[in-house]
């Protein structure tokens, strides 16, 4: 189907899974950053480089949330674009 045949509930559907799939690697990347954060805070502190580290993980936790919150919203989107049900 093209883009141009597409519905609105369609697109919206289309960029929840998109997000969902960016939410599981957005969720791999915090947790290898954060393992990888445990193995070197020690070493980075003391070169006084562990807060741009920091800076990283915060950034990324907060995309992860702001990525959570546009789910959940097209989400209920995606449930207001549902036609009707037929009257029988």
Known sequence: MSA???TPLEHVNDTVVQLKEM???AKNNVELLTTQWLL????L???KRAEEIEQL?????QFYDALEA?????EGL???L???????
């Open 4 to 6: 141009d045949t597409k």
């Open 23 to 25: 939410r599981h690697y």
């Open 40 to 43: 070197f805070d020690g070493e």
């Open 45 to 47: 502190s003391k070169l």
């Open 57 to 61: 993980m915060a950034l990324q936790g």
């Open 70 to 74: 546009a789910i959940t919203d097209l």
């Open 78 to 80: 995606s449930v207001e």
């Open 82 to 88: 549902q036609p009707p049900p037929p009257e029988e």
